[in-house]
């Protein structure tokens, strides 16, 4: 059974440091952006690592650490810290390859769970001048060179009026679902791959109606789920688990969830 919802005060004010958080790490990563001497590695598994992501990273832990010295913290590119009953999910700049290459649509994203339920999420991208963020029970917002505004996903309930994004065609093959994308692409209206958090944060403002990825990580997914469904959306594995460990991602408006569920899985009627 779910832990009941923290009160409105409480996640008030870690929605307030997690929006402190996220100024933090833009900090670290807008100066770096699109610099011609940034440092960049591989690491173990051949994804690049910037100076930036581990810069930012640490921003925001050196906060946590100070304001909420009890809790745990869970990021890409520093791993876990010892277990607690809340845990924020750390990824620094999700869309790495296009910070380095000098493409605008990367992002920090930042959740926060608390008994084992995702509570929070912020998502700040900087380089284009836009922040998303959302408490349970406190609506989804964004804010966009001027005042903030409340998001919600769109009323659309046909795939022949839907748009989909995906994050490529090679992760679709190597997962062994390319048949279930190309029958996904031919009923929609429209499909683009926009990649990364942006697509999810596009869903949340009701600009497109699905979005599906696989090989990621909690970090990868975490903030964009708490947006999401406080958008009024729904974010569930491919399976359909609303469990954000399963490695895949299936967010949609949620009027066309168990749609694409049941064509993902050979029952398109």
């Not at 700049?93 to 649509?105: E, F, H, K, M, S």
């Not at 994203?109 to 991208?125: C, H, K, N, P, Y």
């Not at 399976?239 to 949609?252: K, V």
Request: net charge negative.
């Amino acid at each position: 059974m779910a832990s009941p919802a923290p009160a409105d005060d409480a996640l008030a004010d870690d929605l307030s440091l997690a929006l402190r958080l996220a100024d933090a790490a833009d900090a670290e990563s807008m100066p770096r952006f699109d610099s011609v001497d940034l440092d960049v590695a591989l690491k173990p598994d051949r994804s690049h690592v910037t100076e930036a992501d581990l810069a930012s990273e640490r921003a925001i832990r050196n906060l946590i650490e100070a304001e909420r010295p009890g809790d745990a913290i869970f990021g890409e590119e520093y791993g876990s810290s010892a277990p607690a009953s809340r845990r924020w999910i750390l990824d620094p700049i999700d869309g790495t390859a296009n910070y380095l290459r000098g493409v605008p649509a990367w992002g920090t994203m930042i959740a926060l769970e608390i008994d084992g339920i995702i509570r929070l999420g912020v998502v700040s991208m900087p380089a284009m001048s836009r922040r998303w963020w959302a408490a349970e029970g406190l609506g989804a917002w964004t804010v966009a060179h001027g005042s903030p505004r409340r998001i919600g996903v769109s009323s659309v309930e046909s795939f022949d009026e839907a748009s989909l994004s995906f994050q490529s065609i090679a992760q679709w093959r190597d997962a062994g679902r390319l048949d279930a994308l190309l029958d996904l692409q031919e009923r929609v209206w429209r499909d683009r791959a926009y990649g990364d958090v942006w697509s999810y944060m596009l869903l949340a403002e009701g600009r497109l109606e699905i979005v599906a990825e696989f090989d990621v990580k909690e970090y990868d997914v975490a903030a964009a789920a708490a947006i999401v469904r406080e958008a009024g959306g729904r974010f569930t594995s491919f399976e359909g688990s609303d469990s954000l460990d399963t490695l895949s991602a299936l967010a949609t408006n949620g009027l066309l969830h168990d749609d694409v569920l049941r064509l993902f899985h050979g029952d398109p009627t």
